[in-house]
């Protein structure tokens, strides 16, 4: 059995080595015949992708693209839904070492504008559905899937060189989720690939024998990195589901497609444990993005048969902390935990923070966000050691790491630290609580620095909902702590969102 750090270690040099080209990394060097997506209709209707089918395609788009004007270093956005034009456009792009720019199919004008305009994109890839979103768009050329692309694939001979873009060349740049504010541009060199596969291999433990489903969307880093590029790096094949997300069709497409390694936001494992969705039997079950609450972990148990593990990671870093599944390296769960750094990358808890030591992690490769200096170094401190993930955190006496909060979003009441998590996974387990926020707001009579207020969604009716913010109060006081019982429960329709689902707090802080 190679030894974990060998194996870190030799996907580090060929994906860092000075010829390296995506595609060839992605797509050329697998059996031709190996499924590398499969794909799943509005209807459950399936049907498959090949390496070879992906390539040859790839191919002969990359040869239109590269008619069209495209070249090596071009910022090329993407608005597609997951379908496998997607993923032939993206391996065109990497053909000509151009750089992919996703766009999220859920965002509007606002959204799209803002991450075209700022990577200074020269062509936008859509499809029909899409495409009147980007009408306003001055300036940019637009290609959209149809006759036009099949025309240009269809008298273009296959692209036959393959770019040399290097281990520190660009392949994605991508933004973060927007959760804490404005998102932040993220540059992902091609040494990245060697993270990625680690997590893949280590953190998610995906088999060739396994029907690997990561749910979340390519437009973000989670559904990126871990939904698109690991996959194919690893050779291995990920389902894309075209359906808008319920709790019942994800149960249904688990179970006609035989899903056996499944991989999702807390809010997907939420939403079904609420609809009550499964049993589902599975071999491995993994989750990432926001807190996973207990309530869902225990739900998780008796609906997969197996725990859903905890994984941490950013846009940033990719995945970095988790509750490995392969067996290597796994270590039991201990509750509360999202466990420990990934093979390659060297973690602690600093100034209260969780942080990676960049300086010891060979797998690091984040250098700064695009054209924000100072955002970039508040992360970095003591010269560049320490990366510093902007969430509070801790780890214990064995080294398992605990997340608090986004140290924004921590709370500093009557002189105690206290994280919205812990408040928020006790006031979700009321059976007329659909989703909630606490956060903490100034306190109105001025000593107590801040107070506890609770943001609930309930399936309760509006004349129900002052007892209930008693009830939910004392929820609080007796089963967790007094000092952090919300002194105020408002009822609201819904909660601020990211486009991906994550709360933002900040939004409700403000008031
Ligand atoms: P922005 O940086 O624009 O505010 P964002 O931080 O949500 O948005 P992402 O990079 O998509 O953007 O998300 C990374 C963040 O998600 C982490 O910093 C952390 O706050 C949260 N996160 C990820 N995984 C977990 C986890 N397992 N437990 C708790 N929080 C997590
Ligand atoms: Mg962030």
């Known amino acids: 059995m190679p030894d974990v750090d060998d194996t870190v270690e030799r996907w580090l040099s060929e994906y860092a080595a000075p010829d390296a080209n995506v595609a060839t990394l992605l797509c050329d060097r697998h059996d031709p015949d190996a499924v590398a997506f499969r794909f799943v209709d509005e209807d459950l209707a399936g049907s498959t992708l090949t390496y070879g089918e992906l390539g040859d395609r790839s191919r002969r788009l990359a040869t239109g693209l590269a008619d069209r004007g495209v070249e090596r270093g071009d910022r090329v956005a993407v608005l597609m839904s997951k379908r496998p034009e997607l993923v032939v456009a993206l391996l065109a792009l990497w053909r000509l070492g151009a750089v992919h720019v996703p766009l999220f199919t859920a965002f509007a004008g606002g959204a799209i504008r803002l991450r075209v305009e700022s990577a200074q994109t020269r062509l936008v890839l859509t499809e029909p ?3 009147a979103k980007l009408d306003a768009l001055e300036g940019v050329d637009v290609l959209e899937t149809g006759p036009d692309v099949d025309r240009l694939v269809g008298d273009s001979a296959p692209w036959t060189t393959s770019e040399a873009v290097g281990g520190d060349g660009a392949f994605l740049q991508l933004y973060t989720s927007g959760t804490t504010g404005k998102p932040k541009g993220v540059v992902v060199p091609v040494r990245a690939l060697a993270a990625f596969q680690t997590y893949l291999h280590y953190g998610l433990d995906v088999r060739a024998e396994d029907v690997y489903w990561n749910a979340a969307d390519p437009g973000w880093a989670y559904g990126l990195y871990y939904g698109v590029v690991a996959p194919m790096v690893g050779g291995r094949a990920n389902l894309l589901s075209r359906g808008t997300f319920t709790p019942g069709s994800t ?36 989750s990432a993005g926001e807190p996973l609450t207990p309530d869902v972990v225990e739900w998780g148990k008796t609906t997969f048969g197996v725990p859903i593990a905890d994984h941490y990671g950013q846009t940033e870093l990719g995945m970095v902390i988790g509750n490995h599944w392969h067996e290597d390296v796994a270590r039991p769960i201990r509750a509360g935990s999202m466990g420990h750094p990934l093979p ?15 300086s010891a992690s060979r797998l690091f490769w984040f250098e700064g966000y695009q054209d924000a200096p100072e955002k970039s170094a508040e992360r970095f401190i003591e010269a560049g050691r320490w990366y510093l993930t902007g969430d509070a955190g801790r780890t214990d006496e064995d080294g ?11 709370i500093l009441a009557s002189g105690y630290r206290i994280g919205p998590f812990d408040v928020e996974s006790v006031l979700v387990t009321h059976p007329a609580v659909v989703d909630v926020a606490v956060v903490g707001r100034p306190d109105p009579e001025g000593v107590r620095g801040e107070v506890v207020e609770a943001f609930v969604v309930t399936s309760a009716p509006p004349e129900a909902h002052d007892a209930l913010a008693r009830e939910l109060q004392v929820l609080v006081r007796d089963t967790y702590s007094r000092h952090a019982y919300p002194r105020t429960v408002h009822f609201v329709d819904a909660l601020p969102k990211t486009p991906s689902g994550k709360i933002q707090r900040f939004l409700l802080r403000r008031g």
């Open 251 to 286: 149960a249904a497409v688990m179970q006609r497609f035989g899903v056996t390694n499944f991989a999702g936001a807390p809010t997907m494992y939420r939403a079904m444990s609420k609809a009550a969705a499964g049993p589902v039997p599975l071999r491995r079950a993994s």
């Open 400 to 410: 398992y790491f605990f997340f608090t909060a986004r140290d924004d979003d921590v």
């Open 344 to 358: 390659g990358f060297v973690a602690g808890a600093v100034d209260g923070q969780i942080a990676v030591d960049a």
């Open 129 to 131: 559905e899409q495409r």
